[in-house]
């Protein structure tokens, strides 16, 4: 599993993150949704369709409903907070998901044979991969709705958690991300036992 297809995975939150402070609400969600349409169509070329960009695309479906649809001064009074809220819904969906699904589980059945799709070992690493990137995601949502919250009183502070924390956390979750694909690059035995790592090599 490359830690990179799982940022790109992420690129629809992220493009609408950016866009929502320069855009009308309903046109920054329209363009990260498109991205996701994309990403939907090229997974599904290249072997199947990611959860990833789906649940973002759920997400963002539902702010261009509430962006195109809503009275303009509910609009404007929600817009700071869209990220934030949009970061939060997305994160729970990954946190609550990764104990029944783990989406890293579709990027790591790639590179594993399907003989170990469903042990323990398998399952539990990638449990403990999408943990991290939801835990992260929430960070990045409470960094915006605290940005939010700041306002234009702070413009530093405002920064630091509108972009420093979404860096800082997602940093940390490809770190840890990485280190414990490392940890694991052995394929696990059916059975949930380790296999040595000196046999995948043979």
């Known amino acids: 599993m490359n830690p990179l297809s799982i940022v790109i995975g992420f690129i ?3 493009v609408f993150a950016v866009l929502v402070s320069w855009l009308p609400l309903g046109w920054a ?15 599904a070329v290249r072997g199947g369709v990611k959860i990833l ?20 001064h509910t609009v404007t009074a929600f817009e700071p907070y869209a990220r934030g809220v949009a970061s939060l819904a997305f994160g729970a969906f990954i946190l609550v998901t990764s104990f029944s699904f783990p989406f890293t589980v579709q990027f790591a059945r790639r590179s594993v044979p399907q003989q170990y799709w469903k042990s323990p070992q398998f399952l539990g690493v990638n449990r403990r991969i999408s943990l991290v990137w939801g835990l992260a995601v929430l960070a990045v949502g409470a960094g915006h709705l605290g940005a939010a919250y700041v306002g234009g009183s702070a413009p530093v502070l405002r920064f630091l958690l509108a972009w420093g924390i979404p860096v800082l956390a997602a940093y940390r979750a490809y770190s840890v991300t990485k280190r414990t694909i490392a ?12 296999q040595p790592a000196a046999a995948s090599a043979h």
Do not use: K, R, Y
């Open 183 to 194: 940890q694991n690059a052995h394929p696990p035995q059916p059975d949930g036992t380790d």
């Open 29 to 43: 969600a329209a363009t990260g949704f498109a991205v996701a349409v994309v990403l939907i169509v090229v997974t």
């Open 53 to 72: 960009p789906v649940a973002q695309s759920v997400v963002l479906a539902v702010f261009i409903v509430v962006g195109f649809t809503a009275a303009a």
């Open 12 to 14: 629809p939150q992220a």
